[in-house]
Protein backbone atom coordinates (compact mmCIF):
# COMPACT_ATOMS: atom_id res chain seq x y z
CA UNK A 1 0.00 0.00 0.00
CA UNK A 2 2.50 2.57 1.06
CA UNK A 3 4.38 1.74 -2.48
CA UNK A 4 0.88 2.79 -4.19
CA UNK A 5 0.43 5.95 -2.44
CA UNK A 6 4.27 6.61 -3.15
CA UNK A 7 4.05 6.10 -6.96
CA UNK A 8 0.68 7.27 -7.01
CA UNK A 9 2.53 10.92 -5.48
CA UNK A 10 4.33 10.64 -8.20
CA UNK A 11 2.59 10.48 -10.75
CA UNK A 12 0.72 13.44 -9.57
CA UNK A 13 3.78 15.62 -9.61
CA UNK A 14 4.53 14.51 -13.06
CA UNK A 15 1.08 14.55 -14.42
CA UNK A 16 1.18 18.66 -12.59
CA UNK A 17 4.87 19.70 -14.26
CA UNK A 18 3.80 18.07 -17.98
CA UNK A 19 0.32 20.91 -17.32
CA UNK A 20 2.69 23.20 -16.64
CA UNK A 21 4.93 23.26 -19.21
CA UNK A 22 2.12 22.94 -21.44
CA UNK A 23 0.47 25.49 -20.51
CA UNK A 24 3.32 27.79 -19.90
CA UNK A 25 4.61 27.20 -23.77
CA UNK A 26 3.91 30.05 -25.82
CA UNK A 27 1.50 29.57 -29.44
CA UNK A 28 0.56 32.30 -32.18
CA UNK A 29 -2.06 33.98 -29.90
CA UNK A 30 -0.91 34.12 -26.88
CA UNK A 31 2.31 34.12 -24.39
CA UNK A 32 5.65 36.26 -24.00
CA UNK A 33 8.26 35.88 -25.57
CA UNK A 34 11.79 38.68 -25.75
CA UNK A 35 12.38 39.71 -29.35
CA UNK A 36 15.35 42.29 -30.68
CA UNK A 37 15.31 44.62 -33.15
CA UNK A 38 17.95 47.48 -34.49
CA UNK A 39 16.91 51.11 -33.24
CA UNK A 40 17.13 51.99 -36.54
CA UNK A 41 13.36 50.38 -36.90
CA UNK A 42 12.00 51.34 -33.50
CA UNK A 43 8.98 53.23 -35.39
CA UNK A 44 8.29 50.61 -37.31
CA UNK A 45 8.51 47.25 -34.49
CA UNK A 46 6.50 49.25 -32.26
CA UNK A 47 4.10 49.53 -34.83
CA UNK A 48 4.20 45.87 -35.53
CA UNK A 49 4.05 44.29 -31.95
CA UNK A 50 1.52 47.12 -30.62
CA UNK A 51 -0.83 45.96 -33.89
CA UNK A 52 -0.53 42.41 -32.80
CA UNK A 53 -1.46 42.41 -29.25
CA UNK A 54 -4.41 44.50 -30.05
CA UNK A 55 -5.22 41.68 -32.01
CA UNK A 56 -4.27 39.09 -29.15
CA UNK A 57 -4.68 40.54 -25.94
CA UNK A 58 -3.01 37.57 -24.45
CA UNK A 59 -0.01 38.28 -26.70
CA UNK A 60 3.39 39.79 -25.31
CA UNK A 61 6.16 41.09 -27.05
CA UNK A 62 9.41 42.65 -24.60
CA UNK A 63 11.23 44.32 -27.25
CA UNK A 64 14.98 44.67 -26.63
CA UNK A 65 16.28 47.81 -29.24
CA UNK A 66 20.18 47.92 -29.72
CA UNK A 67 22.57 48.36 -32.36
CA UNK A 68 22.09 45.76 -34.76
CA UNK A 69 25.50 43.53 -34.16
CA UNK A 70 24.15 43.55 -30.31
CA UNK A 71 20.85 42.31 -31.61
CA UNK A 72 22.10 39.78 -33.23
CA UNK A 73 24.45 38.97 -30.30
CA UNK A 74 20.99 38.33 -28.11
CA UNK A 75 19.61 36.18 -30.74
CA UNK A 76 23.07 34.12 -30.79
CA UNK A 77 22.66 33.91 -26.91
CA UNK A 78 19.41 32.51 -27.17
CA UNK A 79 17.99 35.61 -25.10
CA UNK A 80 16.03 37.04 -28.04
CA UNK A 81 13.08 34.78 -30.09
CA UNK A 82 13.55 36.96 -33.12
CA UNK A 83 15.43 39.60 -34.56
CA UNK A 84 15.02 42.64 -36.69
CA UNK A 85 17.91 43.43 -38.88
CA UNK A 86 19.68 44.70 -42.50
CA UNK A 87 21.13 41.38 -43.23
CA UNK A 88 20.82 37.45 -42.74
CA UNK A 89 23.33 35.66 -40.35
CA UNK A 90 27.12 34.80 -41.73
CA UNK A 91 28.39 31.32 -41.57
CA UNK A 92 29.83 31.34 -38.60
CA UNK A 93 26.84 32.65 -36.63
CA UNK A 94 24.64 30.03 -38.64
CA UNK A 95 27.19 27.89 -36.87
CA UNK A 96 26.90 28.85 -33.55
CA UNK A 97 23.17 28.33 -33.51
CA UNK A 98 24.10 24.54 -35.35
CA UNK A 99 26.28 24.14 -32.50
CA UNK A 100 23.28 24.74 -29.58
CA UNK A 101 21.30 22.05 -32.10
CA UNK A 102 19.08 25.17 -32.88
CA UNK A 103 17.84 26.32 -36.18
CA UNK A 104 17.55 29.87 -37.59
CA UNK A 105 15.65 30.89 -40.82
CA UNK A 106 15.42 34.45 -42.03
CA UNK A 107 12.43 36.45 -43.76
CA UNK A 108 12.70 38.99 -45.86
CA UNK A 109 10.02 41.99 -44.96
CA UNK A 110 10.57 44.69 -46.60
CA UNK A 111 12.51 47.48 -48.82
CA UNK A 112 13.98 50.09 -46.61
CA UNK A 113 16.25 53.31 -46.79
CA UNK A 114 19.11 55.07 -45.05
CA UNK A 115 18.35 58.86 -44.73
CA UNK A 116 20.97 61.31 -45.09
CA UNK A 117 19.71 64.11 -43.29
CA UNK A 118 20.93 67.88 -43.08
CA UNK A 119 19.92 71.02 -40.99
CA UNK A 120 17.50 73.12 -42.52
CA UNK A 121 19.32 76.15 -43.09
CA UNK A 122 22.22 74.37 -44.54
CA UNK A 123 22.45 75.42 -48.62
CA UNK A 124 23.36 71.89 -50.07
CA UNK A 125 20.61 69.36 -50.03
CA UNK A 126 22.28 67.31 -53.28
CA UNK A 127 25.07 64.57 -53.27
CA UNK A 128 26.21 61.91 -55.49
CA UNK A 129 27.17 58.16 -54.56
CA UNK A 130 30.89 59.17 -55.77
CA UNK A 131 30.98 61.81 -53.78
CA UNK A 132 29.79 60.13 -50.86
CA UNK A 133 32.81 57.14 -51.63
CA UNK A 134 34.82 60.39 -51.58
CA UNK A 135 34.02 61.28 -48.22
CA UNK A 136 34.03 57.52 -46.97
CA UNK A 137 37.20 57.02 -48.25
CA UNK A 138 38.88 60.16 -46.40
CA UNK A 139 39.49 61.85 -50.04
CA UNK A 140 36.51 64.24 -49.23
CA UNK A 141 36.91 66.18 -45.61
CA UNK A 142 35.13 69.34 -46.75
CA UNK A 143 32.17 70.83 -48.25
CA UNK A 144 33.97 72.66 -50.63
CA UNK A 145 35.42 70.35 -52.25
CA UNK A 146 31.63 68.92 -53.44
CA UNK A 147 30.54 69.73 -56.85
CA UNK A 148 28.17 73.22 -56.70
CA UNK A 149 28.98 73.37 -52.92
CA UNK A 150 27.91 77.03 -51.80
CA UNK A 151 29.68 76.49 -48.04
CA UNK A 152 33.04 75.48 -47.06
CA UNK A 153 34.16 73.78 -43.33
CA UNK A 154 34.98 70.44 -42.30
CA UNK A 155 32.34 67.68 -43.23
CA UNK A 156 30.99 65.49 -40.04
CA UNK A 157 29.19 62.26 -40.20
CA UNK A 158 27.13 61.63 -37.44
CA UNK A 159 25.53 57.85 -36.48
CA UNK A 160 23.79 56.19 -34.21
CA UNK A 161 26.16 53.89 -32.76
CA UNK A 162 29.45 51.88 -33.70
CA UNK A 163 28.11 48.46 -33.98
CA UNK A 164 24.54 50.05 -35.94
CA UNK A 165 23.47 48.89 -39.23
CA UNK A 166 23.71 52.11 -40.71
CA UNK A 167 27.02 52.59 -40.45
CA UNK A 168 27.77 48.62 -41.36
CA UNK A 169 26.09 49.20 -44.67
CA UNK A 170 27.83 52.71 -45.29
CA UNK A 171 31.32 51.05 -44.81
CA UNK A 172 30.34 48.07 -46.58
CA UNK A 173 29.06 50.06 -49.36
CA UNK A 174 31.99 51.84 -49.97
CA UNK A 175 34.58 48.93 -48.87
CA UNK A 176 36.00 50.91 -46.27
CA UNK A 177 37.35 49.39 -43.39
CA UNK A 178 40.17 52.31 -41.66
CA UNK A 179 37.50 55.41 -40.20
CA UNK A 180 40.50 56.86 -38.96
CA UNK A 181 40.52 58.91 -41.18
CA UNK A 182 37.12 60.45 -40.81
CA UNK A 183 35.10 62.93 -38.71
CA UNK A 184 32.67 60.06 -37.21
CA UNK A 185 30.20 61.16 -34.48
CA UNK A 186 28.18 58.60 -33.06
CA UNK A 187 25.32 60.24 -30.98
CA UNK A 188 23.38 56.74 -29.48
CA UNK A 189 20.33 56.66 -30.84
CA UNK A 190 18.78 57.86 -34.33
CA UNK A 191 16.40 60.34 -32.60
CA UNK A 192 19.65 62.22 -31.10
CA UNK A 193 21.40 61.83 -34.92
CA UNK A 194 17.89 64.16 -35.73
CA UNK A 195 18.67 66.50 -32.59
CA UNK A 196 22.26 66.53 -33.50
CA UNK A 197 21.84 67.57 -37.01
CA UNK A 198 19.29 69.95 -36.12
CA UNK A 199 21.59 71.93 -33.71
CA UNK A 200 24.65 71.91 -36.49
CA UNK A 201 25.00 73.26 -39.82
CA UNK A 202 27.83 71.32 -41.20
CA UNK A 203 27.11 67.79 -39.94
CA UNK A 204 25.36 65.00 -42.40
CA UNK A 205 23.05 62.48 -40.44
CA UNK A 206 22.59 59.03 -41.15
CA UNK A 207 18.90 57.78 -40.32
CA UNK A 208 16.78 54.87 -40.91
CA UNK A 209 13.73 56.69 -42.73
CA UNK A 210 11.07 55.36 -40.96
CA UNK A 211 11.52 57.99 -38.51
CA UNK A 212 10.32 60.75 -40.63
CA UNK A 213 8.38 58.62 -42.87
CA UNK A 214 5.36 58.00 -41.26
CA UNK A 215 3.33 61.15 -42.10
CA UNK A 216 0.11 60.38 -39.98
CA UNK A 217 2.70 60.03 -36.58
CA UNK A 218 2.45 62.75 -34.43
CA UNK A 219 6.41 61.77 -34.15
CA UNK A 220 7.07 62.00 -37.06
CA UNK A 221 6.14 65.88 -38.05
CA UNK A 222 8.22 67.04 -34.73
CA UNK A 223 11.25 64.87 -35.77
CA UNK A 224 11.36 66.09 -39.33
CA UNK A 225 11.26 69.81 -38.03
CA UNK A 226 14.34 71.60 -38.97
CA UNK A 227 15.51 68.86 -41.24
CA UNK A 228 16.11 68.34 -45.29
CA UNK A 229 16.56 64.62 -46.52
CA UNK A 230 19.39 64.99 -49.08
CA UNK A 231 18.69 63.69 -52.60
CA UNK A 232 21.77 61.43 -53.86
CA UNK A 233 21.94 60.70 -57.17
CA UNK A 234 24.25 57.39 -58.80
CA UNK A 235 25.32 59.59 -61.27
CA UNK A 236 28.75 61.11 -61.01
CA UNK A 237 27.88 63.96 -63.31
CA UNK A 238 24.12 64.10 -63.02
CA UNK A 239 22.49 66.81 -65.44
CA UNK A 240 19.29 67.51 -63.33
CA UNK A 241 16.96 67.35 -60.21
CA UNK A 242 15.99 63.96 -62.03
CA UNK A 243 18.91 62.22 -61.08
CA UNK A 244 18.67 62.58 -57.68
CA UNK A 245 16.27 60.72 -55.80
CA UNK A 246 15.18 60.48 -51.44
CA UNK A 247 14.42 57.60 -49.29
CA UNK A 248 10.78 57.63 -49.93
CA UNK A 249 8.17 54.79 -51.31
CA UNK A 250 8.01 55.93 -54.51
CA UNK A 251 12.21 55.57 -55.11
CA UNK A 252 12.57 52.44 -53.04
CA UNK A 253 9.55 50.50 -54.47
CA UNK A 254 11.92 50.28 -58.23
CA UNK A 255 15.47 50.39 -56.05
CA UNK A 256 16.09 53.78 -57.50
CA UNK A 257 17.39 54.97 -54.02
CA UNK A 258 21.30 54.13 -54.01
CA UNK A 259 21.13 53.37 -50.43
CA UNK A 260 18.30 51.21 -50.27
CA UNK A 261 18.79 48.23 -48.39
CA UNK A 262 16.57 44.60 -47.47
CA UNK A 263 15.13 44.19 -43.58
CA UNK A 264 15.00 40.64 -42.20
CA UNK A 265 12.98 38.89 -39.27
CA UNK A 266 15.60 36.51 -37.83
CA UNK A 267 13.73 33.58 -36.16
CA UNK A 268 15.56 30.49 -34.01
CA UNK A 269 11.66 29.14 -32.98
CA UNK A 270 11.52 25.65 -33.72
CA UNK A 271 8.32 25.50 -33.18
CA UNK A 272 4.73 27.27 -34.18
CA UNK A 273 4.70 30.13 -31.19
CA UNK A 274 4.06 33.47 -30.68
CA UNK A 275 7.53 34.40 -33.15
CA UNK A 276 5.97 32.63 -35.78
CA UNK A 277 2.35 33.94 -35.35
CA UNK A 278 3.88 37.60 -35.78
CA UNK A 279 6.01 36.19 -38.89
CA UNK A 280 2.66 35.06 -40.32
CA UNK A 281 0.90 38.54 -39.75
CA UNK A 282 3.07 40.21 -41.40
CA UNK A 283 3.63 37.95 -44.43
CA UNK A 284 0.38 37.33 -45.06
CA UNK A 285 -1.91 39.98 -43.28
CA UNK A 286 -2.29 43.68 -41.94
CA UNK A 287 1.24 43.74 -41.49
CA UNK A 288 2.23 44.68 -45.26
CA UNK A 289 -0.32 47.64 -44.38
CA UNK A 290 1.64 48.30 -41.35
CA UNK A 291 4.88 48.53 -43.11
CA UNK A 292 3.57 50.88 -46.37
CA UNK A 293 2.14 53.22 -43.79
CA UNK A 294 5.34 53.51 -41.84
CA UNK A 295 7.09 54.46 -45.35
CA UNK A 296 8.66 51.54 -46.49
CA UNK A 297 7.76 48.94 -48.86
CA UNK A 298 6.61 45.41 -47.43
CA UNK A 299 8.19 42.44 -49.59
CA UNK A 300 4.50 41.33 -49.46
CA UNK A 301 2.21 43.88 -50.47
CA UNK A 302 -0.98 44.58 -48.30
CA UNK A 303 -3.80 42.99 -51.27
CA UNK A 304 -6.22 45.38 -51.99
CA UNK A 305 -9.32 44.70 -53.09
CA UNK A 306 -11.40 47.26 -55.32
CA UNK A 307 -15.46 46.87 -56.40
CA UNK A 308 -15.96 48.44 -59.32
CA UNK A 309 -19.55 49.26 -60.11
CA UNK A 310 -20.68 50.07 -63.79
CA UNK A 311 -24.16 52.54 -64.32
CA UNK A 312 -25.49 53.92 -67.30
CA UNK A 313 -24.61 57.80 -67.52
CA UNK A 314 -26.75 58.67 -70.33
Excluded at 1 to 19: E, S, W, Y
Excluded at 208 to 234: C, F, P
Amino acid sequence: MKLVAILMGFLTVVGLLGCTSSESLDNPRQGTITIAADESFVPLVNALTRAYEGIYPDAHFNVMYKPEQEAILELLRDTARLAFVTRELNEKEKEIIQKQEGIQKAQFIAIDGIALIVNKEAPDSLITMQELEGIFKGEITDWSQLKNSRRSGAITLVFDDANSSNLRYMLDRFKVKDVTKLRLYTSGTNEKVIEHVRQNASVIGFIGVNWISDGNEVLTHVLSKGLRVMGVSAKPTPTSLEDYFQPFQRDLQYRQYPLSRNLYIISREGFSGLGGGLMTYIARDVGGLIIQKSGLIPAIPYPREVEVETKQNF
